[in-house]
């Protein structure tokens, strides 16, 4: 079989009145990205050859989401608000070039799979008109209804328009539809708005294609795969289901989650095998894990790439631009950021290690803080292969320490060090012998 042109038009013109929030809700995020990216990779998935996005007037931050996630897609702007046949028809442009097939998401139903629109779409390439996706509601009120004959459907009767026996169906419209590219068009524009809402009702296109005597068909999926988002709730609701399947899926490549609930993934997560992670810890996007790590309780990474074999936490925290090479060690209570930390180095305790580059092998000691920012811009720390850097130390960068070089504890290393040289950053010790107890006698009240 050939592979069948596909048009996606993402339905993206809903107001966020309901997040109670200044910001569009499809850019409300789920997994780490947003509610619209999610849609966008799905179209990826299911192999769209084009894609048109509609988006709300003065939009221009959901336009720039897009293009920052597919620059090959077409945004089309929706000026006013009537209906859903009159925002997939902004999309005219596209639907007006051949296509074989076109399908109608909505950019606030994250959580479609590419397998269901698959699904949804092979009855097109049988002949049908129009194929719609179904689902089981606990309770149907406020969706469209699904009038089935057999296999046929018939109709799709919104709430507001339907009689009390269309009402007792549960059966409901989940708002995906997918059309036959060259009469798609044609459908939509056949539409009209006499109904209880005087909008145009993408849903009317059903009883437009039968009479046109073309065949209309619905498909099921489930609820969970559906879900709409409208508020804040549906919103955790929608995380909770991404974070299962995204925890299954780690699980079932050969990642060890010792209390999977308590992990929390991005939706770009990539966890090599036998990779362990204890509980409680948070990916944030970008994270790329090999083989072999473990990551210890209470850890929270974004931008991270571990090698194999490294170990970090618990409570480590990896910032975007980590990269840690193979068998590195971070330990408990230290933040990494835009650090290139080579194989076999290990940071072990209490340390800040920004900006900067450790070479392979490298001990950091306790408490040592690379002091990057100087109140007005960033500088680099450069440590070499094998250097030891003694505890509580600070490293004012920019700076460079030599390969094998050591530091003296408690150092405030301004100036370069050498290789295998040793510096000390600090004060001599002086030590008065008696003076403590000289200090006593003299405090000491007189008897009575
Ligand atoms: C729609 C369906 C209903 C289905 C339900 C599933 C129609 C007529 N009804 O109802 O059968 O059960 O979704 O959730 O299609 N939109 C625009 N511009 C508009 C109107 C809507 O972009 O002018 C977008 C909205 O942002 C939203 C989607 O289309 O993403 C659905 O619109 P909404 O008004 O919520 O439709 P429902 O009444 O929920
Ligand atoms: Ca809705």
Known sequence: MTERSLLVVVLAAGEGTRMASRLPKVLHAIAGRSMLHHVLETTRAAGATRVAVVVGPDREDVAAEVLRVRPDAEVFVQRERLGTAHAVLAARAALGTPVDDVLVLYADTPLLTPETLARLRAPLAAGAGVAVLGFRPVD???????????DD???????????????????????????????????LSAIGNANAK?????????EIARAAGLSAVAAEAEVDEVAG?????????AEAILQARLRRAAMAGGATLVAPETVFLSADTRLGRDVIIEPNVVFGPGVSVEDDVVIHAFSHLEGAYLERGVSIGPYARLRPGTRLGAGVRIGNFVETKAAQIDAGAKVNHLSYVGDAHVGAG?????????CNYDGYSKHRTEIGAGAFIGTNSSLVAPVRIGAGAYIGSGSVITDDVPDDALALGRGRQAV?????????AKRRKPQA
Do not use: H
Request: hydrophobic content about 45%; proline content about 1%.
């Open 432 to 440: 008065k012998a008696g003076w403590a107890a000289e200090l006593r």
């Open 140 to 150: 149907p009120t406020g969706y469209g209804r699904l009038l089935t004959k057999g």
């Open 198 to 206: 005087g909008e145009y009702y993408l849903t009317d296109a059903v």
């Open 153 to 187: 459907l018939v109709a799709i009767r919104e709430e507001k328009d339907a009689t009390a026996d269309e009402r007792a169906v549960d059966f409901c419209n989940a708002g995906v539809m997918a059309l036959r590219g060259d009469k798609a068009l044609e459908l």
């Open 229 to 237: 988002v409208n508020s804040r709730l549906q919103l955790a609701e």
């Open 362 to 370: 490298a001990n950091i000691g306790a408490g040592t803080i690379t």
